[in-house]
């Protein structure tokens, strides 16, 4: 597997912002039937060993917050924000609007277009991790190449449209990273803290059940990515 920072030659210390669609890495992991682990995400994108340095933005769509049906996975969700926050991620939530039969959408994509480009003004990072395979970025990601920022791409490098690919510098495919975590359908639904963590925590830095044993509950309409 190859880090990031085997593909660009900028200085040893390296400003890095990455910014990451949780609905569609969680997809991409699914369809790869692993967990995740989230701190191995972390330091995969942005590897302090190999020079680089910064911050790691989550996106996250909510369940609807004023219809009943959803506020079990609503709070599910929420404490899987406040893992996220107490391990070091900025974390950006929308709540969602109810789409029929139990599913709802939660569309993130502006708020992390907008955020990348204010981001990159506030933060002036050498380089962009986008983690999506959205063809929507591929203008933000020329935008910010026009400023002097390298972006770089981490998907299923097969999910990734040309398009998309032509717009960033280079694309890091996950499913390397992937196949070192867990499988998925290995896990026991109840399985709990081993180390005194918050419930759904492991050592390893990943999360479970509650985001993971959630996708089977919230249906397509969330976890197949926000449009």
Known sequence: M??????????????TLALIDESA???????CNRSLDWLA???????????????AAVYVGLPPSSHAEYQEQ?????????????????????????????????SINLMMAVDG???????????????????????LALTLRKKGVRVELAAIEQNVS?????????????????NKFENLR?????????????PGTLPSGRYIPDVEDELEDLGPADHQGYS
């Not at 880090?3 to 210390?13: A, I």
């Not at 040309?162 to 992937?178: E, Q, T």
């Open 2 to 15: 190859h880090s990031p920072s085997q593909y660009d030659s900028v200085l040893p210390t390296t400003r």
């Open 25 to 31: 890495l969680l997809a991409a992991a699914r369809a």
């Open 41 to 55: 995400i972390r330091k995969f994108l942005i590897d302090e060993s190999m020079g680089r340095y910064g911050e």
């Open 74 to 106: 609503r709070s599910k969700k929420l404490r899987f924000c406040h893992w996220l926050k107490t391990h070091g991620f900025m974390v950006m939530t929308r709540d969602g609007a109810p789409t029929g039969d139990g599913y709802y959408k939660a």
């Open 117 to 139: 480009m204010e981001l990159c003004g506030e933060f002036k990072p050498q380089v962009l991790m986008l983690v999506t395979a959205d063809p929507d970025f591929g203008h």
């Open 162 to 178: 040309s398009d998309l690919k032509g717009s960033v510098n280079h694309v890091i495919d996950l499913r390397p990273l992937f």
């Open 186 to 198: 290995n896990e026991g639904s109840g399985a709990g803290p081993t180390n005194g963590s918050a």
